[in-house]
């Protein structure tokens, strides 16, 4: 059974100890193809987004005309 307690100023913040695990790793680097895959992909799915917008707003504008 585990033993629970109050933490104490010795004890860090857990803020503390993800940023030293974070700095200690390093930053990515990533190619320039790798880059522009990435950004291919987010620009197929805003534009899938944006289709899906304009078609949640015309079925929006038909039922608002069917009603009135």
């Not at 629970?4 to 680097?29: A, Q, Y």
Request: charged share 30%; aromatic share 14%.
């Amino acid at each position: 059974m585990p033993c629970w307690r109050l933490p104490t100023p010795e004890d860090g913040f857990e803020e503390e100890n993800g940023r030293r695990k974070r700095e200690k790793k390093g930053s990515k680097v990533y190619t320039a193809p790798v880059l522009h895959e990435i950004y291919l992909q987010v620009d197929i799915i805003f534009h899938n987004l944006r289709n899906e917008i304009s078609l949640i707003f015309l079925r929006q504008l038909y039922l608002f005309k069917l009603h009135y």
